[in-house]
């Protein structure tokens, strides 16, 4: 509880008196600044049930706020800590929130050195994003109980001061409830061995000592504090006596029994005693749930960073299993279900390296299946968790197989075991086991929740590994067919394109005069287009399955990227016209470079290909240029464009950026263009606006590089 030193300012009364009879309401302030969301800081406290009061940064605002009695005051800091510091020194030196904890909420961005300047303001506690809304509501909750404790007490307090009869009965009231109250009141010297004259009953639950054990001395509470933790104690106190501040503490202690428990600390003096030492009293409750439930956040958290860093399942999840050691007991299994026979043991972890090697002795010779009747095999078939308390010699004899068999068993010294099962999409993949191997250990129904929650993301992993493998084998199975049928599909077309290639020569010989000759020539060179342009899309295959596979070989040399552009313009040609088109080329008389001609060839023979299908009829214009080391291709047409958010689309496979029914080919051919110019070091881009035509820019290096790009 709150308490003052001599001389020292009382907190603040509530400024809005209440009627005892009315509901207990606990207003929280959360002052943001510039750019704070407070109204979603408002959703993730809306949960508590309090009413939140809401102020922009320090200004007169924040006076009809500070009207009320508040329990807590969040600062909002996110969104720029320097403001939010500023913040928060002000309400620490203003008389109506001096005394009110004060909960930081800083960015990211924040160093330890910012967290430390924060905590020197007073600030009870920092709180770094991102954190589950969760853990924010807990904190804020431990505060709205302790300010309605507060109260209680308070008023109890300033009853004791009328008269001695009264000041006597207020202290058997405040005896009473306090040993109706979840956590324990005290009363103690300024001593570093904390002596207490005064326990309330609640001391028992949280120690396991009686009031009367440190009231006779009998226990004194330095001695429950955790040796790491005495100093930090006794520091906090002493800072706090110097600046004629309240304190507020957590650490740990050891009950009775030896367990371990956080708890929460709020004091102050109230005075001295006849010897002149400053007297402090307080209120200590048990914190260990939230410890704990930050901790399994925080486990989780890396968990799921692990899973998410590889796609090889196998050692991610062996890592996995490591982690959970010792959060989750002394020791943990995964056992993966296999098509046929036993489980197979993936991975083992445990405090002790000589009983991991007794696991994996048990795995090889004695292997589980999933008609054992428990265990990992049990679940596994089941898909049900299964707990099992407090295993007895007798168990072990009925699981045994034979004598080694127990008697390895036996060894393992198990005591408790939890397992798990690792489901994903209807099916049991595999099984966590979670075991100790000591008296002391056990497992509740958070552990049992924590193991759950471990188990779906590792079989989520799982999962999602294996389709991926999946889904590379049939990328793997479709390339090889795509290079197969690729290669069938070429073998009929150069006989069909010879015979066509002789046929056109030998009509004008045979049918002379005749008639039908010319239309005959026309069929022809129809024919012959169809040949060339299924030979176009087969070779398009041919480059994907390369691609995919990494096979694209270069095969460099020195050559002129002008003379490339002039043969292939004049290939496409008697094309462009028949589309209504104008090919327009321009090009010094040489621009030489060290590259792959066919490839280089494939990359100008796409590009006024693309140029005349979507040129709408209008001018196309192809231009080379040297730009410091690089050579520069442009093609440029005045069609129907491309919309800003197909521009990077266009570049991947089987993609277009029009409906396939107003273009032919697959979809394949920007595609190959980018990989070739990437392969040799370059780069390509492209510039549109819908219906004002498109142009595509290449650039690639002269000179030859160290080694050429797959």
Not at 125 to 132: G, M, Q, T
Not at 244 to 260: D, K, S, V
Not at 387 to 397: G, I, N, R
Not at 547 to 557: F, I, N, Q, T, V
Request: glycine share 8%.
């Amino acid at each position: 509880m709150w308490g003052t030193q001599p001389e020292a300012e009382p907190p603040p009364a509530p400024h809005r008196p209440r009627d005892s009879t009315s509901p207990p309401v606990t207003p929280l302030l959360v002052v943001g600044v510039p750019g704070s969301d407070l109204a979603g800081l408002k959703a993730v406290l809306a949960p508590l049930g309090q009413p939140v009061l809401e102020a922009a940064p320090w200004s007169e605002e924040l006076e009809s706020p500070l009207e009320e009695d508040v329990a807590c005051i969040l600062v909002d800091a996110r969104p720029d800590w320097s403001a939010g510091f500023e913040t928060a020194q002000r309400l620490r030196g203003h008389e109506a929130t001096r005394h009110i904890p004060l909960l930081f909420l800083g960015g990211n961005t924040c160093e330890e050195a910012d967290l430390l300047r924060g905590y020197g303001l007073g600030t009870v506690d920092c709180l770094v994003a991102p954190f589950p809304p969760e853990v924010l509501r807990a904190k804020v909750a431990l505060f709205i109980e302790l300010h309605r404790r507060e109260r209680v007490m308070r008023a109890a307090f300033e009853r004791t001061g009328k008269a001695e009869a009264a000041a006597r009965e207020s202290e058997r009231m405040l005896r009473t409830l306090m040993g109706n109250l979840r956590g324990m009141a005290y009363r103690c010297p300024n001593d570093p061995h904390y002596p207490l004259v005064y326990a309330s009953p609640g001391v028992l639950e949280l120690t396991g000592y009686s009031p009367e054990d440190f009231t006779g001395f009998r226990v004194l509470w330095q001695k429950l504090i955790h040796p790491d933790d005495v100093q930090q104690v006794w520091d906090g106190i002493q800072a706090a006596l110097t600046a004629r501040t309240p304190f507020t503490l957590i650490y740990r202690i050891h009950t009775r029994t030896g367990e371990e428990r956080w708890v929460w600390e709020r004091g102050g003096a109230i005075g001295e005693s006849e010897n002149g030492i400053p007297m402090l009293e307080g209120f200590i409750t048990d914190i260990s749930a939230f410890k704990r439930a930050e901790r399994h956040q925080s486990f989780l958290a890396s968990v799921s960073e692990s899973l998410a860093s590889s796609l090889d399942y196998e050692d991610t999840l062996a890592h996995v299993v490591q982690q959970a050691v010792p959060v989750l007991g002394d020791g943990c299994l995964l056992d993966m279900a296999e098509p046929d026979g036993p489980l197979r043991r993936l991975a083992v972890a445990h405090v002790d390296p000589a009983r991991a090697e007794l696991a994996w002795e048990l795995a090889r010779s004695y292997p589980q299946g999933l008609e054992d009747p428990g265990g990992a095999g049990a679940v596994i078939r089941t898909g049900k968790t299964e707990l099992q308390e407090h295993l007895s010699d007798e168990q072990f004899v009925r699981y045994a197989k034979d004598a080694r068999h127990l008697e390895l068993l036996r060894k393992t010294g198990v005591t408790r075991m939890l397992t798990v099962p690792l489901r994903a999409r209807g099916r049991t993949l595999g099984a966590l086991t979670f075991f100790y191997c000591h008296a002391g250990g056990r497992y509740d129904a958070e552990d049992q929740l924590l193991a759950e929650d471990l188990a779906r993301r590792a079989a989520l992993a799982v999962d999602n590994a294996r389709l991926y493998r999946e889904a590379q084998l049939a990328v793997e199975l479709r390339n090889e067919f795509l290079s197969v049928a690729s290669h069938e599909l070429k073998t009929p077309l150069t006989p069909l394109h010879l015979k066509l290639t002789a046929l056109s020569r030998e009509l004008p010989r045979c049918c002379a005069g005749d008639a039908r000759s010319e239309a005959l020539q026309r069929h022809v060179g129809v024919a012959q287009r169809q040949v060339h342009k299924m030979s176009t899309l087969i070779n398009a295959l041919l480059d994907v399955s390369r691609l995919s596979r990494g096979k694209l070989k270069l095969e460099p040399a020195d050559m002129d990227l002008s003379e490339v552009l002039g043969e292939v313009a004049a290939w496409f040609a008697p094309e462009a016209a028949r589309a209504g088109s104008e090919l327009r080329v321009e090009a010094p008389p040489r621009v030489t470079g060290w590259w792959d001609r066919l490839r280089l060839e494939q990359v100008v023979t796409n590009l006024i290909s693309n140029a005349i299908r979507y040129g709408a009829g209008r001018p196309i214009h192809a231009r080379v240029e040297v730009v410091g080391e690089n050579a520069r291709l442009v093609v440029r047409d005045e069609g129907i464009g491309i919309a800003p958010e197909a521009q990077e689309r266009i570049f991947g496979k089987f993609e277009r950026a029009v409906s396939e029914r107003h273009s032919g080919g697959l979809g394949l051919g920007l595609y190959i263009t980018r990989s070739i110019v990437e392969a040799m070091g370059g780069t390509i881009r492209v510039e549109s606006r819908p219906g004002e035509g498109s142009t595509f820019t290449v650039e690639v290096p002269r000179a030859p590089t160290a080694e050429p790009r797959r």
